[in-house]
């Protein structure tokens, strides 16, 4: 099984300030730090994993905006990020395995915290399929379904990768998916059709699933490069978030409304 190394976002952002960096228990012989965006109130969870060699802190922006709309967020640390010290002892095939792994410990610590509140999977890049399978994909995997997770928002996803991603992996997605990619959004080596990103919207079961491009976008999209993108990705990702968590219908509006200039939906 291949897993392509895909590329890490750029180093402009803002200073990383999460709420805390939590200590998160994954298995009896490994733990990881889990940083932690917490609102005064909060409405909602949104479990995040990030993009391959990436690490929480580089989406400060998006997931701070996050937290400023009511919702607690959760980003372990991976151990495929160049940000975790033991990288090296783990190949590509552990890592996803790992991953997973991380996730599962991010939603007990939801659960033990906030129980009864609604949860939301989401990521960048390789972190779409993790939050994709959270939400019933890659269900020939083996169990990797978190019944908690009620919606799945991804920025970017892996396209189709042999082996693992192929014509049934989203088949079991069962919960309502919003991905917002660019019609520039290649990883060398891997992605070199940008229409391969919105495979998950293509081939997952109809009815609540939506694809956005956004013209000029690329794999950096929600690093926030160029601004205006980000922007855009940044209000169409919280608003989905509002809609399906806490059932906003300003929410449901935006997201049920004409295309803007420059973009293209598709809707399932």
């Known amino acids: 099984m291949a897993v392509c190394a895909l590329l890490l976002v750029s180093a402009a952002s803002a200073i990383a300030a999460p709420t805390e960096v939590a200590s998160l228990q994954v298995s009896p012989d490994r733990a990881t730090t889990m940083a932690v965006w917490r609102p005064a109130q909060v ?3 949104v479990l995040f994993s990030s993009g391959h060699g990436a690490w929480p802190e ?6 701070q905006s996050w937290a400023d709309a009511g919702f607690v967020v959760l980003a372990p640390l991976h151990v495929d990020s160049v940000k975790y010290p033991e990288r090296e002892k783990f190949s590509l095939q552990q890592s996803l395995g790992e991953r997973f792994a991380d996730m599962r410990a991010a939603s007990n610590y939801a659960a033990a915290h906030w129980s009864g509140v609604p949860v939301a999977a989401a990521g960048h890049s390789l972190g779409t399929l993790i939050s994709a399978a ?3 994909a890659l269900a020939t995997l083996g169990p990797l379904r978190d019944p908690t997770v009620v919606a799945v928002l991804g920025f970017s996803s892996p396209g189709k990768i042999p082996g693992l991603i192929g014509p049934e992996s989203y ?10 990619t660019g019609d520039k959004d290649m990883v060398p080596g891997f992605v070199t059709n940008p229409a391969d990103h919105i495979y998950a919207v293509e081939t997952a079961p109809s009815g609540d699933k939506t694809a956005v491009v956004l013209s000029g976008g690329d794999h950096n999209l929600i690093g926030g490069e160029p601004e205006a993108l980000f922007v855009r990705a940044q209000q169409l990702g919280t608003a989905f978030l509002r809609a399906e968590l806490l059932g906003n219908a300003s929410a449901r509006e935006l997201l049920a409304g004409p295309p803007a200039d420059g973009e293209q939906w598709l809707r399932r």
Not at 58 to 63: F, M, P, W
Not at 171 to 180: F, N, Y
């Open 58 to 63: 580089r989406y400060e922006r998006l997931l």
């Open 171 to 180: 088949a079991s997605l069962s919960v309502p998916l919003l991905l917002v």
């Open 134 to 136: 959270l939400g019933g």
């Open 43 to 45: 409405r909602g969870v």
